[in-house]
Structures are given as C-alpha cells and as structure tokens.
C-alpha cells in the first residue's frame, strides 16, 4: 500500500527565511497531492493542490513542487512569519472519484521573531 | 456562514460502550467524510457520505458505521469502543464529494476511551 513519509523532526527557522518541508511517497505516483495546515485542537485547512502533470505551483508566500521522478513534494513558505508556526500534512487523494486522503504524519514548523 | 459544526467537542467514554458523533456540513455541501486522527499522526480516511449514499470506506473494522440524512449532516457511530479508538474525530464537507471542489474540515470531536 502507499506510504506517506513527512520528516518526524520539528522544523525550526528564522522569522524571514524560507521553510521547506518534504513529503515522500512509495509505490504509484498519485494524480492528486495537496497541503494542509493544522493547528492545535482544530481541523486541517487546505492550502495547495497539485496535480501529477504540474511540476509547480504557487499561492500568495507558498510554492509547492512536485517530482513524480523522485516521489516527492517540497512545500516552500517564503518570508516565514511566527503565523506561519503550525503542523503541516501532505496528502494523497485516491480512489474512484479521488475522494479518500490518505494523510502523512505531518512535519511541525517553529518560526522564531 | 456557519464553517462545519461537530458535536459534541470533547467526550469520555469507557472500553465496551457505543458512541455517537455528529456533523454538520457547510450549507449547500451534500457530501460528508469521516477521519480518525491518532496524538501524532495524520488523519485516516474512515467513510465518505454522498447524498445519503456511501461512495468510499477505508480500512477500519465494521464496529465503525455512519450515515447521512437528507438536510446532509452525519452521524459516526463506533461500537464496542477500545482504547485504540482515542483520538481526534474529524469530519469534511464538501460540494459534490470529488477533489475538484475542495474540503472543509471541522475541528472535530476528542473522543478518549478508558
């Protein structure tokens, strides 16, 4: 079955710098990987899609890339702020209609002011 | 407008009994999906709701059933709770179900089981 790994260990940067974070995946390449913030105590909220024939994308401070050769997707926040301080998840959708998420563990981000 | 409502926030149940979890989807969404999320892992995919009708279940034992009715919201019943079952129970709306219109999460239901 896939396998979802985010790097276990918190991430701690420098309020300003960019914050990259990993999300590998074994087996089949999915069509579909989004990211999604997670706070303490609340849901996830959804902050990029990708789709397997897109090699980048981009939202306002956040670039997500994707490298089907790899298995991997990096997700940059530029100009990190404290705000940015959460739990970030990759997933995976599959399924006949892409409707199930399969979810990795999550990576913690610690912007220091 | 009204985000997606769980009920309740926070429960207490002891190992054998049944629990019932409720949602609420965002107004206009007709689909509902279920997660369990374990302290320290990401959420797992438990069932999807799509006007009333199951379109996906993930790999959790038949103690796990849910339904939905037709204002939408859902219901996740667990039987015979296990300590195992402890965890974040989380539900997403969406439009239609498929990836394409995306999903809102709620901030879920903290279910500890002793």
Redesign the interface.
């Known amino acids: 079955s896939q396998k979802i790994e985010q790097n276990s260990e918190a991430l701690n940067i420098q309020e300003g710098k960019t914050a990259t974070l990993t999300c590998n995946y074994t087996n089949y390449s999915p069509a579909y990987l989004q990211w999604y913030r997670q706070d303490p105590g609340r849901g996830p909220v959804f902050l990029l899609l990708i789709r397997e024939n897109e090699k980048e994308k981009r939202k306002e401070r956040l670039k997500v890339t994707f490298d089907t050769t790899l298995k991997q997707s990096l997700f940059h926040i530029t100009a990190s702020q404290p705000a940015d301080s959460a739990t970030y998840l990759c997933a995976l959708a599959q399924g006949d209609n892409f409707n199930k998420f399969y979810f990795g563990s999550g990576t913690k981000l610690n912007v220091k002011p | 407008d009204a985000g997606?409502t769980q009920s309740p926030t926070h429960l207490i149940k002891t190992r054998g009994q049944q629990v019932t979890l409720r949602c609420s989807p965002i107004s206009g969404h007709k689909?509902v999906?279920w997660?369990q999320q374990v302290l320290?892992?990401?959420?797992?995919?438990i069932f999807?709701y799509y006007e009333k009708e199951e379109?996906?279940r993930?790999n959790f034992p038949d103690r796990f059933s849910a339904r939905q009715f037709p204002n939408y919201s859902s219901e996740l019943n667990v039987n015979a709770l296990l300590l195992g079952d402890s965890a974040l129970y989380?539900c997403?709306s969406s439009l239609t179900?498929?990836?394409g219109y995306?999903?809102?999460?709620?901030?879920?239901t903290?279910l500890t089981v002793v």
């Open positions: 997606v689909s999906s997660y320290g892992q990401g959420p797992q995919f999807q379109r996906g993930g989380l997403a179900g498929g990836l995306g999903y809102t999460f709620g901030s879920g903290r």
